[in-house]
Protein backbone atom coordinates (compact mmCIF):
# COMPACT_ATOMS: atom_id res chain seq x y z
CA UNK A 1 0.00 0.00 0.00
CA UNK A 2 1.32 3.37 -1.08
CA UNK A 3 0.65 6.79 0.48
CA UNK A 4 1.28 10.04 -0.13
CA UNK A 5 2.79 11.63 3.26
CA UNK A 6 2.99 15.70 3.59
CA UNK A 7 5.85 15.45 6.27
CA UNK A 8 7.82 13.92 3.40
CA UNK A 9 6.23 15.29 0.82
CA UNK A 10 6.74 11.96 -1.01
CA UNK A 11 4.74 8.75 -2.01
CA UNK A 12 5.42 5.95 0.51
CA UNK A 13 5.24 2.46 1.00
CA UNK A 14 3.21 1.93 3.90
CA UNK A 15 4.82 -0.03 6.80
CA UNK A 16 2.96 0.58 10.25
CA UNK A 17 4.19 1.58 13.66
CA UNK A 18 4.66 -1.92 15.13
CA UNK A 19 5.19 -3.65 12.02
CA UNK A 20 1.90 -5.66 11.72
CA UNK A 21 -0.95 -5.63 9.13
CA UNK A 22 -2.61 -3.34 11.38
CA UNK A 23 -3.49 0.61 10.97
CA UNK A 24 -4.28 3.65 13.51
CA UNK A 25 -5.69 6.25 11.92
CA UNK A 26 -6.74 9.92 13.92
CA UNK A 27 -8.61 12.24 12.24
CA UNK A 28 -9.69 15.11 13.34
CA UNK A 29 -13.14 15.48 13.65
CA UNK A 30 -16.04 18.05 13.05
CA UNK A 31 -16.93 21.71 15.05
CA UNK A 32 -20.24 20.64 16.00
CA UNK A 33 -21.83 24.08 16.63
CA UNK A 34 -22.81 24.05 12.99
CA UNK A 35 -24.41 21.80 9.91
CA UNK A 36 -21.26 20.12 8.09
CA UNK A 37 -21.31 21.23 4.94
CA UNK A 38 -20.60 19.26 1.66
CA UNK A 39 -17.01 20.70 1.83
CA UNK A 40 -16.18 19.16 5.39
CA UNK A 41 -18.18 16.19 3.89
CA UNK A 42 -15.75 15.31 1.36
CA UNK A 43 -13.01 15.25 3.85
CA UNK A 44 -14.89 12.16 5.72
CA UNK A 45 -15.32 10.83 2.20
CA UNK A 46 -11.57 10.91 2.27
CA UNK A 47 -11.03 9.85 5.35
CA UNK A 48 -13.26 6.98 4.60
CA UNK A 49 -12.08 5.71 1.50
CA UNK A 50 -8.71 5.27 3.51
CA UNK A 51 -10.26 3.11 6.15
CA UNK A 52 -12.00 0.92 3.29
CA UNK A 53 -9.04 0.67 0.82
CA UNK A 54 -6.52 -0.34 4.18
CA UNK A 55 -9.63 -3.13 4.94
CA UNK A 56 -9.51 -4.43 1.53
CA UNK A 57 -5.65 -4.54 1.37
CA UNK A 58 -6.21 -6.77 4.49
CA UNK A 59 -5.21 -4.51 7.50
CA UNK A 60 -6.80 -4.57 10.72
CA UNK A 61 -7.71 -0.52 11.33
CA UNK A 62 -8.94 1.71 14.62
CA UNK A 63 -9.95 4.91 13.63
CA UNK A 64 -10.43 7.60 16.29
CA UNK A 65 -11.89 10.76 15.29
CA UNK A 66 -12.71 13.56 17.97
CA UNK A 67 -16.09 15.62 18.48
CA UNK A 68 -15.19 19.19 18.85
CA UNK A 69 -17.81 20.05 21.41
CA UNK A 70 -15.78 22.83 23.47
CA UNK A 71 -15.58 25.41 20.16
CA UNK A 72 -12.02 26.15 19.44
CA UNK A 73 -11.55 30.20 18.85
CA UNK A 74 -12.78 31.98 15.67
CA UNK A 75 -9.59 32.03 13.94
CA UNK A 76 -6.63 30.29 13.45
CA UNK A 77 -4.61 31.83 16.02
CA UNK A 78 -5.95 32.38 19.50
CA UNK A 79 -8.24 35.73 19.91
CA UNK A 80 -11.70 35.82 18.92
CA UNK A 81 -15.55 34.47 20.00
CA UNK A 82 -15.35 30.52 20.89
CA UNK A 83 -17.40 28.97 18.08
CA UNK A 84 -19.94 27.44 20.41
CA UNK A 85 -20.24 30.04 22.19
CA UNK A 86 -21.39 32.29 19.56
CA UNK A 87 -23.78 29.64 18.23
CA UNK A 88 -25.06 28.56 21.88
CA UNK A 89 -25.97 32.72 22.18
CA UNK A 90 -27.26 33.39 18.38
CA UNK A 91 -29.42 30.17 19.11
CA UNK A 92 -30.71 30.70 22.89
CA UNK A 93 -29.51 27.18 23.85
CA UNK A 94 -26.91 25.89 25.96
CA UNK A 95 -23.41 24.84 23.83
CA UNK A 96 -24.45 20.90 25.64
CA UNK A 97 -27.58 21.70 23.60
CA UNK A 98 -26.09 23.09 20.52
CA UNK A 99 -23.83 20.02 20.43
CA UNK A 100 -25.67 17.44 20.73
CA UNK A 101 -27.48 18.04 18.09
CA UNK A 102 -25.40 19.06 15.45
CA UNK A 103 -23.69 15.83 16.32
CA UNK A 104 -26.54 13.90 16.06
CA UNK A 105 -26.59 15.64 12.67
CA UNK A 106 -23.55 14.90 11.35
CA UNK A 107 -23.61 11.07 12.55
CA UNK A 108 -26.74 11.14 10.64
CA UNK A 109 -24.93 12.48 7.11
CA UNK A 110 -21.91 9.76 8.33
CA UNK A 111 -24.61 7.01 7.39
CA UNK A 112 -26.27 8.21 4.36
CA UNK A 113 -22.85 8.74 2.71
CA UNK A 114 -21.94 5.11 3.56
CA UNK A 115 -18.88 6.90 5.86
CA UNK A 116 -18.41 4.01 8.49
CA UNK A 117 -17.94 5.57 11.82
CA UNK A 118 -14.34 5.28 12.96
CA UNK A 119 -14.21 2.89 16.37
CA UNK A 120 -13.55 5.83 18.58
CA UNK A 121 -15.45 9.04 18.66
CA UNK A 122 -14.31 10.77 21.68
CA UNK A 123 -15.65 14.12 22.59
CA UNK A 124 -13.45 16.90 23.96
CA UNK A 125 -15.78 17.90 26.78
CA UNK A 126 -15.38 14.52 28.07
CA UNK A 127 -11.35 14.52 27.65
CA UNK A 128 -10.84 17.98 29.87
CA UNK A 129 -8.75 16.32 32.76
CA UNK A 130 -6.17 14.54 30.13
CA UNK A 131 -6.01 18.16 28.36
CA UNK A 132 -5.30 19.64 31.71
CA UNK A 133 -2.18 17.09 32.52
CA UNK A 134 -0.97 17.66 28.64
CA UNK A 135 -0.69 21.61 29.45
CA UNK A 136 0.51 21.08 33.22
CA UNK A 137 3.58 18.98 31.59
CA UNK A 138 4.29 21.55 28.85
CA UNK A 139 4.63 23.89 31.55
CA UNK A 140 6.36 21.64 34.14
CA UNK A 141 8.97 20.99 30.95
CA UNK A 142 9.65 24.72 30.24
CA UNK A 143 7.74 24.60 26.39
CA UNK A 144 4.62 26.90 27.41
CA UNK A 145 4.43 29.91 30.18
CA UNK A 146 1.57 31.79 31.59
CA UNK A 147 0.24 35.06 30.45
CA UNK A 148 -2.74 37.30 31.73
CA UNK A 149 -5.55 35.55 29.37
CA UNK A 150 -4.07 31.56 29.13
CA UNK A 151 -1.22 29.81 28.99
CA UNK A 152 0.97 29.64 25.56
CA UNK A 153 3.36 27.38 23.96
CA UNK A 154 6.65 28.72 23.18
CA UNK A 155 7.42 27.40 19.70
CA UNK A 156 10.88 28.77 19.96
CA UNK A 157 11.19 25.74 22.08
CA UNK A 158 9.83 23.56 19.37
CA UNK A 159 12.21 21.40 17.28
CA UNK A 160 12.68 22.92 13.91
CA UNK A 161 8.36 24.19 14.12
CA UNK A 162 6.87 23.97 10.78
CA UNK A 163 8.48 20.94 9.50
CA UNK A 164 4.87 19.70 7.83
CA UNK A 165 4.32 22.89 6.06
CA UNK A 166 7.94 23.96 5.13
CA UNK A 167 7.23 27.43 6.72
CA UNK A 168 10.02 29.22 8.10
CA UNK A 169 9.48 30.24 11.94
CA UNK A 170 10.83 33.92 11.32
CA UNK A 171 7.77 33.87 8.67
CA UNK A 172 5.19 32.73 11.21
CA UNK A 173 3.41 36.00 12.24
CA UNK A 174 0.26 36.30 13.76
CA UNK A 175 -0.24 39.93 12.27
CA UNK A 176 -3.26 39.98 9.74
CA UNK A 177 -5.86 37.90 11.14
CA UNK A 178 -4.75 38.03 14.62
CA UNK A 179 -4.29 41.06 17.00
CA UNK A 180 -1.04 40.40 18.56
CA UNK A 181 -0.75 39.81 22.06
CA UNK A 182 1.61 42.19 23.58
CA UNK A 183 2.64 39.24 26.29
CA UNK A 184 3.45 36.50 24.11
CA UNK A 185 7.07 35.71 23.79
CA UNK A 186 6.59 34.95 19.80
CA UNK A 187 4.05 35.85 17.46
CA UNK A 188 3.18 32.73 16.72
CA UNK A 189 3.21 31.59 20.14
CA UNK A 190 -0.23 29.75 20.24
CA UNK A 191 -2.62 29.57 23.42
CA UNK A 192 -2.82 25.64 25.40
CA UNK A 193 -5.25 27.21 27.48
CA UNK A 194 -7.15 30.11 28.08
CA UNK A 195 -7.98 31.88 31.03
CA UNK A 196 -12.23 32.12 30.75
CA UNK A 197 -14.07 35.46 31.29
CA UNK A 198 -17.17 35.20 33.67
CA UNK A 199 -19.19 35.24 31.05
CA UNK A 200 -17.52 32.29 29.29
CA UNK A 201 -20.31 29.36 28.92
CA UNK A 202 -18.04 26.36 28.80
CA UNK A 203 -15.20 26.61 31.36
CA UNK A 204 -13.33 24.28 34.07
CA UNK A 205 -10.87 24.25 36.92
CA UNK A 206 -7.19 24.58 36.52
CA UNK A 207 -4.39 25.40 37.92
CA UNK A 208 -4.50 28.90 36.62
CA UNK A 209 -8.00 29.52 37.45
CA UNK A 210 -11.44 29.02 35.31
CA UNK A 211 -10.70 28.31 31.77
CA UNK A 212 -10.85 26.03 28.92
CA UNK A 213 -8.62 24.41 26.62
CA UNK A 214 -7.30 25.40 22.95
CA UNK A 215 -8.20 23.17 19.72
CA UNK A 216 -4.78 21.89 19.40
CA UNK A 217 -4.33 20.28 22.60
CA UNK A 218 -7.88 18.18 21.99
CA UNK A 219 -6.49 16.66 19.17
CA UNK A 220 -3.03 15.54 20.96
CA UNK A 221 -4.19 14.74 24.23
CA UNK A 222 -6.98 12.63 22.69
CA UNK A 223 -4.65 11.10 20.14
CA UNK A 224 -2.66 10.08 22.47
CA UNK A 225 -4.50 8.65 25.09
CA UNK A 226 -6.64 6.32 22.54
CA UNK A 227 -3.80 5.72 19.99
CA UNK A 228 -0.29 6.23 21.69
CA UNK A 229 2.34 8.23 21.76
CA UNK A 230 3.71 7.70 18.05
CA UNK A 231 0.75 5.85 15.72
CA UNK A 232 0.37 5.45 12.06
CA UNK A 233 -1.88 7.92 10.23
CA UNK A 234 -3.27 11.31 11.15
CA UNK A 235 -5.49 13.19 8.67
CA UNK A 236 -7.40 16.23 8.14
CA UNK A 237 -7.81 18.80 5.68
CA UNK A 238 -5.11 20.91 3.34
CA UNK A 239 -6.09 23.77 5.66
CA UNK A 240 -4.96 22.13 8.58
CA UNK A 241 -1.48 21.86 7.72
CA UNK A 242 0.18 25.14 8.29
CA UNK A 243 -1.42 25.65 11.61
CA UNK A 244 -3.49 23.14 13.08
CA UNK A 245 -1.38 20.05 12.76
CA UNK A 246 1.75 22.18 12.98
CA UNK A 247 0.91 22.72 15.98
CA UNK A 248 -0.37 19.39 17.42
CA UNK A 249 2.95 18.05 16.58
CA UNK A 250 5.39 20.58 18.64
CA UNK A 251 3.15 19.84 21.57
CA UNK A 252 3.12 16.48 21.43
CA UNK A 253 7.00 16.03 20.30
CA UNK A 254 7.92 18.80 22.96
CA UNK A 255 6.17 15.50 25.55
CA UNK A 256 7.26 12.47 24.29
CA UNK A 257 9.85 13.57 21.55
CA UNK A 258 8.28 12.07 18.79
CA UNK A 259 6.18 13.25 15.66
CA UNK A 260 3.06 11.81 16.97
CA UNK A 261 2.17 9.88 13.53
CA UNK A 262 4.68 8.92 10.78
CA UNK A 263 2.39 9.79 8.13
CA UNK A 264 0.28 12.75 7.84
CA UNK A 265 -2.30 12.92 5.13
CA UNK A 266 -4.64 15.58 3.46
CA UNK A 267 -7.85 15.69 1.70
CA UNK A 268 -7.58 18.70 -0.80
CA UNK A 269 -10.64 21.04 -0.63
CA UNK A 270 -14.29 21.12 -2.64
CA UNK A 271 -14.73 24.22 -4.37
CA UNK A 272 -17.29 25.74 -5.65
CA UNK A 273 -17.97 26.87 -9.09
CA UNK A 274 -14.27 27.42 -8.62
CA UNK A 275 -13.78 29.40 -5.82
CA UNK A 276 -13.75 29.46 -2.01
CA UNK A 277 -16.64 27.44 -0.47
CA UNK A 278 -18.26 29.97 2.42
CA UNK A 279 -21.34 30.74 4.54
CA UNK A 280 -20.79 34.41 3.63
CA UNK A 281 -21.17 33.83 0.02
CA UNK A 282 -24.23 31.57 0.40
CA UNK A 283 -22.32 28.87 -1.51
CA UNK A 284 -22.25 26.07 1.15
CA UNK A 285 -24.41 23.17 1.33
CA UNK A 286 -25.48 20.50 3.10
CA UNK A 287 -26.58 16.68 2.44
CA UNK A 288 -29.95 17.09 3.19
CA UNK A 289 -30.33 20.11 1.03
CA UNK A 290 -28.62 18.32 -1.61
CA UNK A 291 -31.27 15.51 -1.15
CA UNK A 292 -34.08 18.37 -1.20
CA UNK A 293 -32.58 19.54 -4.86
CA UNK A 294 -32.88 15.79 -6.28
CA UNK A 295 -29.04 14.59 -5.31
CA UNK A 296 -28.92 11.34 -2.92
CA UNK A 297 -26.21 11.49 -0.66
CA UNK A 298 -24.78 8.19 -3.25
CA UNK A 299 -24.73 10.90 -5.65
CA UNK A 300 -22.57 12.89 -3.76
CA UNK A 301 -20.58 10.11 -2.79
CA UNK A 302 -19.82 9.08 -6.60
CA UNK A 303 -19.54 12.92 -7.34
CA UNK A 304 -16.67 13.05 -4.67
CA UNK A 305 -14.84 9.45 -5.81
CA UNK A 306 -14.24 10.91 -9.24
CA UNK A 307 -11.57 13.04 -8.17
CA UNK A 308 -8.72 11.92 -6.48
CA UNK A 309 -8.13 12.90 -2.86
CA UNK A 310 -5.31 15.52 -3.58
CA UNK A 311 -6.68 17.19 -6.32
CA UNK A 312 -8.99 20.28 -5.68
CA UNK A 313 -12.46 19.34 -6.35
CA UNK A 314 -15.23 21.72 -7.97
CA UNK A 315 -18.56 21.51 -7.33
CA UNK A 316 -21.22 22.66 -9.50
CA UNK A 317 -25.04 21.43 -10.05
CA UNK A 318 -23.60 20.49 -13.91
CA UNK A 319 -21.30 18.26 -12.18
CA UNK A 320 -23.68 16.93 -9.71
CA UNK A 321 -25.91 16.61 -13.22
CA UNK A 322 -23.49 14.18 -14.59
CA UNK A 323 -23.00 12.56 -11.44
CA UNK A 324 -26.69 11.74 -11.33
CA UNK A 325 -27.03 10.58 -14.48
CA UNK A 326 -23.54 8.33 -14.21
CA UNK A 327 -24.45 6.63 -10.84
CA UNK A 328 -27.90 6.27 -12.40
CA UNK A 329 -26.27 4.18 -15.57
CA UNK A 330 -23.64 2.31 -12.77
CA UNK A 331 -26.90 0.98 -11.37
CA UNK A 332 -28.81 -0.06 -14.33
CA UNK A 333 -25.99 -2.44 -15.14
CA UNK A 334 -25.33 -3.65 -11.91
CA UNK A 335 -28.74 -5.21 -12.32
CA UNK A 336 -28.09 -5.68 -15.71
CA UNK A 337 -24.90 -8.24 -14.20
CA UNK A 338 -27.09 -9.35 -11.21
CA UNK A 339 -29.59 -10.60 -13.88
CA UNK A 340 -26.54 -11.85 -16.56
CA UNK A 341 -26.68 -15.56 -17.56
CA UNK A 342 -23.45 -15.01 -19.39
CA UNK A 343 -19.85 -16.87 -18.27
CA UNK A 344 -16.45 -14.75 -17.88
CA UNK A 345 -13.38 -16.62 -17.57
CA UNK A 346 -11.76 -16.67 -13.81
CA UNK A 347 -8.30 -15.49 -15.55
CA UNK A 348 -10.83 -12.56 -16.48
CA UNK A 349 -12.35 -11.38 -13.38
CA UNK A 350 -8.86 -11.94 -11.29
CA UNK A 351 -7.34 -10.04 -13.71
CA UNK A 352 -9.66 -6.91 -12.81
CA UNK A 353 -9.50 -7.56 -9.63
CA UNK A 354 -5.60 -7.24 -9.60
CA UNK A 355 -6.25 -3.83 -11.55
CA UNK A 356 -8.51 -2.64 -8.94
CA UNK A 357 -6.56 -3.47 -6.04
CA UNK A 358 -3.15 -2.01 -8.12
CA UNK A 359 -5.39 1.26 -8.34
CA UNK A 360 -6.41 1.98 -4.62
CA UNK A 361 -2.78 0.89 -3.13
CA UNK A 362 -1.90 3.52 -5.26
CA UNK A 363 -2.22 6.36 -2.80
CA UNK A 364 -6.23 6.03 -2.94
CA UNK A 365 -6.52 6.13 -6.93
CA UNK A 366 -10.23 5.77 -6.84
CA UNK A 367 -10.97 7.90 -9.75
CA UNK A 368 -8.55 4.81 -11.77
CA UNK A 369 -10.45 1.94 -9.78
CA UNK A 370 -13.96 3.59 -10.62
CA UNK A 371 -12.18 2.92 -14.36
CA UNK A 372 -12.03 -0.75 -13.74
CA UNK A 373 -15.22 -1.39 -12.80
CA UNK A 374 -16.74 0.58 -15.71
CA UNK A 375 -14.68 -1.62 -17.91
CA UNK A 376 -15.67 -4.37 -16.38
CA UNK A 377 -19.48 -3.59 -16.30
CA UNK A 378 -18.82 -3.58 -20.95
CA UNK A 379 -18.75 -7.22 -20.20
CA UNK A 380 -22.02 -9.42 -21.53
CA UNK A 381 -23.68 -9.36 -18.10
CA UNK A 382 -22.55 -11.95 -15.85
CA UNK A 383 -23.23 -13.02 -12.45
CA UNK A 384 -19.69 -13.51 -11.51
CA UNK A 385 -19.14 -9.44 -12.66
CA UNK A 386 -22.05 -8.97 -10.43
CA UNK A 387 -20.24 -10.52 -7.64
CA UNK A 388 -17.08 -8.91 -8.46
CA UNK A 389 -18.48 -5.68 -8.30
CA UNK A 390 -20.34 -5.64 -5.11
CA UNK A 391 -16.73 -6.33 -3.92
CA UNK A 392 -15.16 -3.78 -5.00
CA UNK A 393 -18.15 -1.73 -3.34
CA UNK A 394 -16.65 -2.57 -0.07
CA UNK A 395 -13.95 0.49 -0.84
CA UNK A 396 -16.86 2.79 -3.42
CA UNK A 397 -19.79 2.08 -0.60
CA UNK A 398 -21.91 3.15 -3.89
CA UNK A 399 -24.85 0.89 -2.34
CA UNK A 400 -24.51 -1.27 -5.35
CA UNK A 401 -26.41 -4.04 -3.70
CA UNK A 402 -29.04 -1.89 -3.84
CA UNK A 403 -28.95 -0.58 -7.41
CA UNK A 404 -32.80 -1.41 -7.74
CA UNK A 405 -33.92 1.24 -5.60
CA UNK A 406 -31.65 4.03 -7.18
CA UNK A 407 -32.92 3.56 -10.68
CA UNK A 408 -35.52 5.95 -11.36
CA UNK A 409 -39.32 4.24 -11.88
CA UNK A 410 -40.73 4.79 -15.20
CA UNK A 411 -43.76 4.07 -16.74
CA UNK A 412 -43.28 1.28 -19.24
CA UNK A 413 -45.76 0.97 -22.15
CA UNK A 414 -48.96 -1.87 -22.05
CA UNK A 415 -47.17 -3.98 -24.39
CA UNK A 416 -44.23 -4.01 -21.90
CA UNK A 417 -45.99 -4.56 -18.54
CA UNK A 418 -48.40 -7.57 -20.56
CA UNK A 419 -45.00 -9.30 -21.53
CA UNK A 420 -43.95 -8.95 -17.80
CA UNK A 421 -47.29 -10.29 -16.43
CA UNK A 422 -46.45 -13.33 -18.54
CA UNK A 423 -43.12 -14.01 -17.62
CA UNK A 424 -44.81 -13.72 -14.01
CA UNK A 425 -47.08 -16.60 -14.51
CA UNK A 426 -44.10 -18.54 -16.27
CA UNK A 427 -41.60 -17.73 -12.58
CA UNK A 428 -44.98 -18.65 -10.94
CA UNK A 429 -45.05 -22.38 -12.98
CA UNK A 430 -41.18 -22.87 -12.38
CA UNK A 431 -41.48 -22.40 -16.50
CA UNK A 432 -37.90 -20.80 -16.47
CA UNK A 433 -37.09 -21.35 -19.97
CA UNK A 434 -40.40 -19.10 -20.69
CA UNK A 435 -39.51 -16.49 -18.25
CA UNK A 436 -36.06 -15.91 -19.91
CA UNK A 437 -37.25 -15.95 -23.31
CA UNK A 438 -39.47 -13.50 -22.14
CA UNK A 439 -37.14 -11.25 -19.91
CA UNK A 440 -34.78 -11.37 -23.32
CA UNK A 441 -38.19 -9.95 -25.01
CA UNK A 442 -38.73 -7.00 -22.28
CA UNK A 443 -34.90 -6.05 -22.85
CA UNK A 444 -34.80 -5.93 -26.35
CA UNK A 445 -37.65 -3.06 -26.05
CA UNK A 446 -35.51 -1.18 -23.57
CA UNK A 447 -37.04 -2.33 -20.28
CA UNK A 448 -35.59 -4.73 -17.27
CA UNK A 449 -37.98 -6.63 -14.61
CA UNK A 450 -36.41 -6.53 -11.38
CA UNK A 451 -37.67 -9.45 -9.24
CA UNK A 452 -38.85 -7.97 -5.55
CA UNK A 453 -40.68 -9.44 -2.82
CA UNK A 454 -44.19 -8.75 -3.65
CA UNK A 455 -43.23 -9.34 -7.14
CA UNK A 456 -41.61 -7.38 -9.90
CA UNK A 457 -40.90 -3.96 -11.25
CA UNK A 458 -39.71 -2.38 -14.23
CA UNK A 459 -37.26 -0.22 -15.04
CA UNK A 460 -36.25 1.40 -18.05
CA UNK A 461 -32.39 0.69 -19.46
CA UNK A 462 -31.12 3.75 -20.39
P1 LIG B 1 -14.27 21.99 10.92
O1 LIG B 1 -15.54 21.42 11.43
O2 LIG B 1 -14.36 23.40 10.47
O3 LIG B 1 -13.10 21.75 11.84
O4 LIG B 1 -13.93 21.18 9.58
C1 LIG B 1 -14.07 19.81 9.50
C2 LIG B 1 -13.20 19.24 8.41
O5 LIG B 1 -13.59 19.71 7.13
C3 LIG B 1 -11.73 19.59 8.56
O6 LIG B 1 -10.96 18.40 8.38
C4 LIG B 1 -11.46 20.57 7.45
O7 LIG B 1 -10.15 20.46 6.98
C5 LIG B 1 -12.47 20.13 6.40
N1 LIG B 1 -12.90 21.17 5.45
C6 LIG B 1 -13.33 22.43 5.72
N2 LIG B 1 -13.69 23.07 4.58
C7 LIG B 1 -13.50 22.19 3.57
C8 LIG B 1 -13.67 22.24 2.12
N3 LIG B 1 -14.13 23.32 1.49
N4 LIG B 1 -13.36 21.12 1.42
C9 LIG B 1 -12.89 20.01 2.02
N5 LIG B 1 -12.71 19.91 3.36
C10 LIG B 1 -12.99 20.97 4.12
ZN1 LIG C 1 -7.18 18.00 15.07
Redesign the pocket.
Known amino acids: MKIYNTLTRKKEEYVSVDGKPAVRIYS?G??VYNF?HI??M??YVFMDLLRRSFKYAGYKVKGVMNI?DVGHLLSDGDDGEDKMQKAAKEQQKSPYEIAEFYTGVFFEDLKKLNIERPELTPKATEHIQIMLDFVKELVAKGYAYETSDGIYFDITKAADYGKLSGAKLEDQQAGARVEVNGEKRHPADFAVWKKAPKEHIMQWESPWGMGYPGWHIECSAMSKKYLGEYFDIHT?????IPIHHENEIAQSEALSGKIPAKYWMH?E???VNGGK?SKSLGNTYTISQLEQMGYSAMVFRYFCLNAHYRKKLNFTFEGMDGAKVSYERLCKLIVAHKNGTNAISSEEIENYKKQFKDCIEDDLNIPAALGVLWTMLKCAPSKDVYKTAIEFDKVFALSLDKAEDNIPKVQAPQEVIDLAEKMQAARLVKDYATADALRAQIDGMGFMVLNTKDGYQLKSKN
Open positions: CPTAGNRTTGGVDHGFMQM
